[in-house]
T-cell receptor, first 116, second 112 residues
Framework: AQKVTQAQTEISVVEKEDVTLDCVYE???????LFWYKQPPSGELVFLIR??????QNEISGRYSWNFQKSTSSFNFTITASQVVDSAVYFC?????????????FGTGTRLTIIP | DAGVIQSPRHEVTEMGQEVTLRCKPI?????LFWYRQTMMRGLELLIY????????DSGMPEDRFSAKMPNASFSTLKIQPSEPRDSAVYFC??????????FGNGTRLTVT
């Protein structure tokens, strides 16, 4: 069975501060994908990133960066110089890669509030 | 591309009524997923299809729920009869073999 844990239910930071959202996962699969999605107040689910379990390189996209560590089963997400528009619920998710194992298992989400 | 299109955006119905939610996946995507989001249970998979065939329906709550995909460009999720505990946001999502999952804007269902 797959499981994703986002221990931080809510986080509030002042604008321009850096913030890290934690994600820990469990899976018996040897190959898998990890994801982050953003759900702004308008309610849609926006894809942010997908990482393959083969690739442990960290990734940076503008103010966003992701740290994947297989040894600790973690896939953490950092926002640098946070902005009010970053306020949203962020979901970490996990899926298998092989046919029949493609469903995404989501964590419970972290509600991030950026205070102006 | 237009993205995943769901209708209606909001649905309010009375307990016992039939509800049908609709989804048009992204053209060319051969996977279609239905998820439900509630405060208590978070985001949970109901069912997913590949090439219009259900692959995993283990998340469908009970016989009151049914999903169909008659062709590559259309899917429905039906609840009959509806109950107040079915109130949730229902998301449809699609992907192809190599792409990540792309979600529609969701249907907010309220059963009174």
């Amino acid at each position: 069975a797959q499981k994703v844990t986002q221990a931080q239910t809510e986080i509030s930071v002042v604008e321009k501060e850096d913030v890290t959202l934690d994600c820990v996962y469990e899976t018996r699969d040897t190959t898998y994908y990890l994801f982050w999605y953003k759900q702004p107040p308008s309610g849609e689910l926006v894809f942010l990133i997908r990482r393959n379990s083969f690739d442990e390189q960290n990734e940076i996209s503008g103010r966003y960066s992701w740290n994947f560590q297989k040894s600790t089963s973690s896939f953490n997400f950092t926002i640098t110089a946070s902005q009010v528009v970053d306020s949203a619920v962020y979901f970490c998710a996990l899926s298998g890669i092989n046919f029949g194992n493609e469903k995404l298992t989501f964590g419970t989400g972290t509600r991030l509030t950026i205070i102006p | 591309d237009a993205g995943v299109i769901q209708s209606p955006r909001h649905e309010v119905t009375e307990m016992g009524q039939e509800v049908t939610l609709r989804c048009k996946p992204i053209s060319g995507h051969d996977y279609l997923f239905w998820y439900r989001q509630t405060m208590m249970r978070g985001l949970e998979l109901l069912i997913y299809f590949n090439n219009n065939v259900p692959i995993d329906d283990s998340g469908m709550p009970e016989d009151r729920f049914s999903a169909k995909m008659p062709n590559a460009s259309f899917s429905t999720l039906k609840i009959q009869p509806s109950e107040p505990r079915d109130s949730a946001v229902y998301f449809c999502a699609s992907k192809d073999f190599s792409s990540p999952l792309h979600f529609g804007n969701g249907t907010r269902l309220t059963v009174t």
